[in-house]
């Protein structure tokens, strides 16, 4: 029945606005999918846990005693009390406040008062799992953790569901010679009055900024023709180029929904020479030289995830509701790389990805407009036909054959 | 009015002129009057809103705002150019500040660090918004008066996520 709100480049509009599939889009797209659920340098120590919410479902990521991270329900299994209340902390044991109840780092429950008072050969118990904090299959990737929160049984493992797309976190592995990344700088959040659809549909529009962004271009172009203009007037005017030079961007559709596109800011060339060495003592000489050229602005992890290799950046979407969606990001530190890059990838940062952005608000306006539009009149079928083609080949990022794929992932999960 | 530390005294002229330009610095946000706001700023200036509380690095650490003069003007030429489209439906701001109180004056720079905490309700097409928080400022002396080198404004709500921040708070 979902299928059908969908043909090859025409959707239905009510696919962004009904409650009926944003609840179905939870428990069919997102629940069936590899979510990204933090990085392991959030939890370094066995202890160490986070609050997250993927899927609708509070979910606490932690490290368990053996070092392995975890991904458990945060709901007691008594009363289904929030066991943990805070974003983030270190506990030997997960103890609800309500009754006391308590588990290991693993979810199995450890203790629970008066067990006397229970009869019965299913009364809570010690170690049952029947009794314990739901857990999830965790994976990782480059020590990007996911988690897969229905039907693990028939879920690709994470490599093959990420394939090609994966290259993006090679990238910023590899940006380290020890291959460690550590999340800091904290955690930028913008909340967008759109559905997750549209916000991800722009993720490689290249037809978009010369409109969207005529303000901040403008105001960019004002203040580049100061003497030495400081590089964030450079991201900021970098949407102003000519539609051509969006024409030359490649695009490339992968299974899954993923998607990737090459990037349209240009760092200046100076590297640092000890650094390069040591990235070519680790990797070999052509994977280093990639880490450090290949210049892949953003990738698209369907359906929540994104990250900007270049700028070391790792997003999550969470759809909020039909109409609501929020996006965090996080800047990721290459272990053995020049401070200077992380310090210019937390400016980039705060220019780019911050709610304060001069680039962001157009972008949401924009999002907000599409969703106006189509619970104006939520029958009428909004198209992403721009160069279509017959098969499979590269693409650029003046097509939206990007977004054709997500949607072809989108049916074969709802239809499933 | 400045609340001044116990065992400070300051000539009156110097504390006129404080609260002038703290007066202007709100006054001319709330009016929308940017390049005078701009104007009471030093050439060296500073506008910071922290992302996390009690932040005390805006260089290894994000930030909500973190710009200079130059970004500041930026941010002005945006916020006024007619295809501002997030601002089509109108955009109006109105600050409600406590009492100012005077921290400290730096011995080297004679740098007058004034805090005072500050409601601000916006209006934005048909949303509308409240923050609060706490205004710290940098005043550096300047011919009879003060320009402010910097402003921090530290959100109650720094670390929650936001919708689009497009102007000054």
Known sequence: MFGEMVRVGAVDGRVYTSREVFAAEIERVFARCWNYVGHLSEIPQPGDYRRVTLAGRPLILIRHEDGTPRVLLNRCAHRGAAVVGRDCGRARRL????????????????????????????????????????????????????????????????????????????????????????????????????????????????????????????????????????????????????????????????????????????????????????????????????????????????????????YMQMRRLTPLAPDRTLVESWTLKADGAPESHFLRNIRYANTIHSPSSLVKPDDAEAYRRVQQGLEGRPGRVSQHRRDEKPGPGPDTALSEEYVRAQYRAWRALMED | MIVLPENVAVPSSRLRAAERVLYLECEYLNLGRYDEWLALFSEDCLYWAPLSPAQDDAQSHSSLFHENRGLMRMRIDRITHEAAHSLAGGIGTSRTVGPAALREIEDESRDWIVERRFQMIERQGERVRNFAGLFAYRLTPGGNSFRIREKRVDLIDCDAPHEPLEVFF
């Open chain 1, 95 to 310: 103890r609800c406040p309500y009754h006391g109840w308590t588990y290991a780092t693993d979810g199995a429950l450890k203790q629970l008062p008066l067990p006397g008072g229970y009869k019965g050969d299913d009364a809570p118990r010690c170690g049952d799992p029947a009794w314990s904090l739901e857990s999830y299959p965790a994976e990782t990737y480059r020590d990007f953790a996911f988690v897969r929160l229905e039907e693990p049984e028939k879920a690709p493992p994470l490599a093959e569901f990420l394939g090609p797309a994966g290259e993006a976190l090679d990238l910023m592995a590899d940006r380290s010679p020890t291959g460690r990344l550590v999340v800091a700088g904290g955690r930028l959040a913008i909340v967008l009055r759109c559905n997750w659809k549209v916000y991800l549909e722009n993720l490689h529009d290249g037809l978009h900024p010369p409109h969207v962004h005529e303000s901040s271009i403008s105001a960019a172009r004002a203040a580049a023709s100061a003497e030495d203009p400081p590089e964030e007037v450079r991201w900021v005017a970098a949407n102003g180029q000519p539609l051509s030079t969006f024409g030359e961007l490649e695009v490339r559709c992968h299974p899954h929904g993923h998607s990737d596109m090459s990037g349209f800011r240009k760092e200046p060339d100076g590297m640092d020479a000890g650094y390069r060495a040591a990235l070519e003592e680790a990797w070999g000489a052509g994977r280093a030289e990639r880490a450090l050229t290949r210049n892949l602005h953003n990738a698209c992890f369907y359906p929540g995830a994104s990250a900007h290799p270049q």
